[in-house]
């Protein structure tokens, strides 16, 4: 397994390449659409690939109708009823269409691109600077051959892709997080971080900022990687997050939400994980701000604004810990979930299931039990198959250790 991050390099063109550039994105739009509005009349877009003769005409015309196929297909299959029109403001690019000069660098600029133009047999030549993060990425990764070409407030940049193999680790711990609307980022064991996020929340916009990092991102950046500093050799828990209407929940809509920021934490905190070796976990959401982490009571009394009381136990605490403590529990609890074939239920006996009360079921079909030492017996024919939600798609049924 890999994963793939991108860094942007500008180029840095005179007013003659910029031109060309320009013509080149311009060509590259105007055919893309073409082929859209050629493709949206189409029963099946099914295939993979656009059918053979509307590939013609040269790399570029080729290239452009397979990206036109593809967002006609993404168009249809989420069944949007409007023609999509493509802004043209990138242009993917593989290895025939662009390549870095081999060891080519001058004084001003340490990596140079060939890149296709409209004229047949001569390319445009673009300088570029490395970055320090680029640099120290090629270091780690393997640099990807495809790239894209970007035009951003009239600057054109060429975005790299570096994939790095993913790192293994096992961990013992888990660290739970929350974040609280006051306290920004709490941890299970008591740590607040971030205290002036809130105040950026409502003094910046983050749409004003189309090609910098917004400031909140900014820092929710930092405070990933602190929390990686803070935890070493730990997993982190964070809040599945679910949007309401999910499927349906426009652009608008996402963007709206105040949960962005924690979206955002949970994101940078997963890719650091792919490259440090731990995971993050998501867990279920619901009830971690009013369950007791001590006696399990939920109720939404326990729960005094910023005060946790347990109005079962008496347990006290601050409810933003609470919440990052119920969270972890909650990790824990599903690190020790494992799943076993249906067919391997003979062999674990019938007697060793559970209490109606910890099977989890979807309609009528019961997707998951929870083994209990104080269990009452259910056959195991009572089970029925189920999906299991990790990749395999044999019947399975889980259980905790
Ligand atoms: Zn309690």
Request: charged residues 15%; glycine residues 2%; contains cysteine.
């Given at each position: 397994m890999c994963m793939t991050k991108s860094y942007k390099l500008k180029v840095f063109a005179n007013k003659k390449k910029i031109k060309e550039l320009n013509k080149l994105v311009a060509f590259w739009r105007d055919q893309v659409n073409h082929k859209i509005k050629l493709f949206w009349?189409?029963?099946?877009?099914?295939?993979?690939?656009?059918?053979?003769?509307?590939?013609?005409?040269g790399k570029l015309v080729g290239d452009a109708s397979v990206k036109s196929w593809r967002i006609v297909k993404g168009a249809k299959a989420t069944e949007q009823k409007e023609k999509p029109y493509f802004e043209g403001k990138e242009i993917d690019l593989d290895q025939i269409c662009i390549y870095i000069i081999p060891e080519f660098k001058t004084k001003l600029f340490d990596i140079w691109f060939k890149v296709i133009s409209l004229t047949p047999r001569k390319r445009l030549v673009l300088p570029c600077k490395r970055t320090k993060i680029f640099n120290e990425a090629v270091k780690k990764g393997r640099l990807k051959k495809s790239f894209k070409l970007l035009k951003i407030n009239g600057n054109y940049y060429i975005e790299c892709y570096v994939e790095f193999p993913e790192v293994k680790k096992k961990n013992n711990n888990i660290v739970g997080i929350d974040v609280g609307l006051n306290k920004a980022i709490v941890t299970s064991d008591g740590k607040i971080l971030g205290k002036e996020l809130k105040d950026l929340r409502i003094r910046?916009?983050?749409?004003?900022y189309k090609r910098k990092l917004s400031p909140v991102k900014q820092w929710l950046n930092h405070y990933a990687k602190k929390l990686t500093q803070l935890y070493p050799n730990s997993d982190f828990a964070v809040e599945k997050l679910l949007f309401k209407g999910k499927k349906g929940s426009s652009k608008k809509f996402r963007r709206n939400n105040n949960n962005w920021p924690y979206m955002w934490l949970a994101k940078k905190l997963s890719e650091l994980g792919h490259l440090k070796g731990f995971e993050v976990i998501k867990v279920n959401p619901y009830g971690t701000s009013i369950k007791?982490?001590?006696?399990g009571a939920a109720d939404k009394?326990?729960?005094h604004g910023e005060l946790f009381q347990c109005v079962s136990c008496g347990h006290t605490g601050d409810a933003d810990m609470v919440g990052a403590v119920n969270i972890k529990l909650r990790a824990e609890r599903v690190a020790r979930e494992h799943y076993v074939p249906l067919t391997s239920l003979g062999t674990l006996g019938t007697g060793t299931f559970v209490s109606k009360r910890d099977l989890i079921f979807t309609g009528e079909n019961i997707i998951s039990a929870y083994k209990s030492p104080t269990a009452s017996l259910i056959s195991s024919h009572t089970l029925q198959p189920t999906l299991?939600?990790?990749?395999?798609l044999s019947p399975r049924v889980r259980l905790l250790h």
């Open positions: 009349s189409f029963e099946n877009v099914k295939s993979s690939y656009p059918p053979q003769q509307y590939c013609c005409g910046t916009k983050w749409r004003s007791c982490p001590l006696c009394a326990n729960r299991c939600p990790s990749h395999c």
